[in-house]
């Protein structure tokens, strides 16, 4: 069976452009783009949850 | 579906108006899960604050929330436990409003043992009024009212909670997100005055005048200084050096303030009576 890939979502509108998920992705799915994080590689994700745990703007969600 | 904060927030609240990279919202986040994983009603919590940054987090809160007068949150809190001990009640604030303005509410909260939990975010400064500097602010650190450093030492939050009779005390920081929900957990559960102190980030007013070039830096440090108690415990003085120890640092059962003082009131209506 196919191993489902993990949903990121990124609320633009919440994202202040800390820096912190970008940074402390163990396999650099996300990227910034302006003042948004925005996601770059998608099929690198593990569902670690640290971008979503560390988000301090309550902008990240990850689906298993 | 990841984890839906929002259930928990009142609508159209967000984005919140913490700082980018303000570690607030993190601790916030973690606030959340906890209450989730405790399945805590809303309208059985309350949520009390008392004026700064992290003082803002019950605005967020869709609970019975109460913000209140600089560094009286523990003070109100302690009112709304005595008049209804069945409520779960929550305090947060910051260092500043904690162990500064409101020291002495703190320290004899900590000596009651009242049933609350009470989350410090100390973020070593007052941020919302311009980075002037806290009881915690490290000895050196520059703050708008130490330009040169500061020529204090600074408080353990955790010791002094400890020294004062709280009977849960534990710590964590922001970049360790995860900790923070399991932590408040274990101090929502306990039986007493639990304290939960998160050491947090504040890159606008500290970062900025002590040379972190951004909050990444802030949050490495956060990660690098983070000694868990167990791994303290197989480490020299000399490898402590500058660390902080995190995870729960203390913890005995004591007799409660709501149920003894309830005995008392039952004990002189009997002696009344009889």
New interface residues.
């Given amino acids: 069976m196919e191993k489902k890939q993990p949903e990121i979502?990124i609320i633009e509108?919440?994202c202040?452009?800390?820096?912190?998920c970008v940074?402390?992705c163990p396999t650099q799915v996300l990227e910034m783009r302006g003042f948004t994080a925005v996601v770059k590689n998608p099929d690198a994700c593990i569902a670690c949850?640290?971008c979503?745990?560390?988000?301090?703007?309550?902008?990240i969600?990850?689906?298993k | 579906m990841g984890f839906d904060y929002e259930k928990y927030i009142r609508p159209g609240k967000l984005p919140h108006i913490w700082c980018p990279g303000c570690g607030h919202g993190i601790v916030m986040k973690g606030l959340i899960r906890a209450i989730d994983a405790l399945s805590l009603d809303k309208d059985k919590t309350a949520i009390v604050s008392g004026i700064g940054c992290a003082s803002r987090l019950p605005g967020y809160m869709d609970f019975c929330t109460l913000h209140t007068t600089h560094g009286r949150g523990v003070a109100f809190a302690t009112g709304i436990k005595m008049a209804r001990p069945e409520m779960n009640v929550l305090c947060v604030g910051g260092d500043g409003d904690g162990v500064a303005i409101g020291g002495n509410h703190f320290i004899h909260a900590c000596r009651r043992n009242i049933d609350m939990t009470y989350l410090i975010m100390n973020n070593n400064i007052y941020g919302m009024t311009g980075g002037q500097f806290s009881p915690t602010t490290p000895f050196g650190a520059k703050a708008s009212t130490t330009p040169y450093g500061n020529p204090d030492p600074p408080f353990d939050i955790a010791k002094l909670a400890i020294g004062a009779g709280a009977t849960f005390v534990a710590r964590g920081t922001a970049f360790h997100a995860a900790q923070i929900e399991k932590l408040l957990i274990e101090a929502i559960r306990h039986k007493g005055f639990s304290v939960v102190e998160i050491l947090d980030s504040c890159p606008t007013t500290y970062g900025r005048r002590n040379k972190f070039k951004s909050v990444v830096e802030m949050m490495n440090q956060l990660k690098e200084s983070a000694v868990p108690v167990a791994a303290a415990e197989k480490m020299s003085p000399e490898q402590l050096e500058g660390k902080v120890l995190t995870g729960v640092l203390y913890k005995e059962n004591k007799p409660e303030y709501v149920a003894e003082y309830g005995k008392l009131v039952t004990r002189v209506q009997e002696s009344m009576a009889g």
């Fill in positions: 979502k509108k919440y202040k452009g800390c820096h912190i940074e402390f949850m640290q979503e745990l560390r988000c301090p703007d309550f902008a969600s990850v689906t």
